[in-house]
Nanobody, 125 residues
Framework: VQLQASGGGLVQAGGSLKLSCAAS????????MGWFRQAPGKEREFVAG????????DYADSVQGRFIISRDNIKNTVYLQMNSLKPEDTAVYYC???????????????????WGQGTQLTVSS
């Protein structure tokens, strides 16, 4: 599967932005999807995950209540709605697909085997 992330950009603190990640091929609907991010000089970290049915989600504490992950299994796309953005949200955001279909884990990076190219989010103060 190929993943294409988009929607990043420059936004002021307090603003909102929505990221999209389109998956090619048919191997999308049965797989958990996740968003991760990596800021300069920092390790990649989990942001949000959604199960293959779209009825279970998980969020990092730092984004809980501000970010919403969703998916459209018809459009083969996963989204990340980001609200109340903070300068510390600045990072390259990556979408990823779980290695194995129909699993339960949502936040462990090593469980994800297909990664998009990343999209830059910059939040100005």
């Amino acid at each position: 599967v190929q993943l294409q992330a988009s929607g990043g950009g420059l936004v002021q603190a307090g603003g909102s932005l929505k990221l999209s990640c389109a998956a090619s091929g048919r191997t999308f609907s049965g797989y958990n999807m996740g968003w991760f991010r990596q800021a300069p000089g920092k390790e990649r970290e989990f942001v949000a995950g959604i199960n293959w049915r779209g009825d279970s989600t998980d969020y990092a504490d730092s984004v809980q209540g501000r970010f919403i992950i969703s998916r459209d299994n018809i459009k083969n796309t996963v989204y990340l709605q980001m609200n109340s953005l903070k300068p510390e949200d600045t990072a390259v955001y990556y979408c990823a697909r779980h290695k194995i279909a129909y699993r339960t884990t949502l936040r462990v990076a090593d469980d994800f085997g297909s990664w998009g190219q990343g999209t830059q989010l910059t939040v100005s103060s």
